[in-house]
Structures are given as C-alpha cells and as structure tokens.
Antibody
Framework: QVLLVQSGAEVKKPGASVKVSCQTSGYTFNDYYVHWVRQAPGQGLEWMGWINPYNGGTNYAQKFHGRVTMTTDTSISTVYMELNSLRSDDTAIFYCARMRIVAASYSFDIWGQGTVVTVSS | DIQMTQSPSSLSASVGDRVTITCQAS??????LNWYQQTPGQAPKLLIFDASNLETGVPSRFSGGASGTDFTFTITGLQPEDFATYFCQQYYDLPYTFGQGTKLDIK
C-alpha cells in the first residue's frame, strides 16, 4: 500500500521556520517526484514546488523562492519542506503529494494527510 | 501563470441529481487537467485525469469533458458521499494552478 505520512501540527511565531516531513512507503522512493501544496483556512490549493528524490533537483514556485527548501533523506524515504521567515498568512495545511507521470499525463495520485502549521505571536 | 476559473463556487443539490462544474483556463492547456475531491478534514483525492479519464476505483457516475479551454466535471446520480469540495488543476505549465473549488452541499 502506497502511503505518505506527514509530521504533526506545528505552532510557530512570526519570523520563525518550520520543517515538515513526509515519509513515503509502498513504492520505489526515487521513481516519483514529490510536490508540496498548501491550503490556507477555508481557501483553495496552492502549489509550492517539487523535489526529484532521484537527484535532489528542485523547482519552487516563484512566490516561495528564497523562503522554501525541499530536501530528502533517501535512507528513510522521506521528503522535507522547510519554510522560513514565517508570517501570519502562512498559516495553512501543508500537503505532500506524489506525482504520477505516465507518458504526458501528470497527476497527484497519492497525498499525505496534511500538516497544520499555525503562525501566531 | 495560467488562471483556472472554476464555477460555481458553491452548489446545492439532492441525492440522485446530476450536477456539472466548469473550469475555464486562461490559456490553451490541451487536456492537461485533473479533477480532485476533498471532504472536510481530508486530503484531496484524484478522480479524473487528463480531462476525461476516470482514476482506477472511482465510480462511473463521475465524468469529465473538454472543449477548447473549457472543462466540465459531472456527477450523474449524486450519492450522499459525494457532498464535498471539488477542484480542477492544470499541469500544462508551471506553476501548477488550481481552480478555487466548488463546494457541493445537500439541498
């Protein structure tokens, strides 16, 4: 069974950093890009970027450039997303999602359960 | 960035009804569009990929279509478990972008 299991909820102060983990299982870790998507309270979904576990390559949304870092630990099949300089409007649920690529078809076929990050003074 | 305009933002319907949600892309995205369902407190779930292909295990009452930059998502014969929020998402170009969502609730 393919699973993405994320770390627990976090409460941070403005200006701090948060690092969310996404532990994968049930498939070959290097074979699928992992993306991060966030959802502010009562809002829609916002794509943040991806990491290629095979070589550590990344691509971040322009909005998060300079504030987000995605990394992997291949020994434990885990992906991390760190967001710096947190602001109150970063309060959101952060999801990791596996991207399935078949020919020219790309879709988020498996999602983590989400990690709530609250930024408050 | 490619904008995805999804409508309506909310919709009330009854069990057994047929409902349709639309997404319009700001640019040609071919058929590079997916649909997801999200129930409260849960992560999104993939239902339709490449505009009209049903994900494995998803009931056939769900369907998708495309015409140019306009995309439709239809549920034929609503079931109680279908009351949720639905999102479209384009993957034609980065950044990937989502529609704002359609909340479907019981009339």
């Amino acid at each position: 069974q393919v699973l993405l299991v994320q770390s627990g909820a976090e409460v941070k102060k403005p200006g701090a950093s948060v690092k969310v983990s996404c532990q994968t299982s049930g498939y070959t870790f290097n074979d699928y890009y992992v993306h991060w998507v966030r959802q502010a309270p009562g809002q829609g979904l916002e794509w943040m970027g991806w990491i290629n576990p095979y070589n550590g390559g990344t691509n971040y949304a322009q909005k998060f450039h300079g504030r987000v870092t995605m990394t992997t630990d291949t020994s434990i099949s885990t992906v991390y997303m760190e967001l710096n300089s947190l602001r109150s409007d970063d309060t959101a649920i952060f999801y990791c999602a596996r991207m399935r690529i078949v020919a020219a078809s790309y879709s988020f076929d498996i999602w983590g359960q989400g990690t709530v990050v609250t930024v408050s003074s | 960035d490619i904008q995805m305009t999804q409508s309506p933002s909310s919709l009330s319907a009854s069990v057994g009804d047929r409902v349709t949600i639309t997404c319009q892309a700001s640019h040609d995205i071919k058929d590079y569009l997916n649909w997801y369902q999200q129930t409260p407190g849960q992560a999104p779930k993939l239902l339709i990929f490449d505009a009209s292909n049903l994900e494995t295990g998803v009931p056939s009452r769900f369907s998708g279509g495309a015409s140019g930059t306009d995309f439709t998502f239809t549920i034929t014969g609503l079931q109680p478990e279908d009351f949720a929020t639905y999102f479209c998402q384009q993957y034609y170009d980065l950044p990937y972008t989502f529609g704002q969502g359609t909340k479907l609730d019981i009339k």
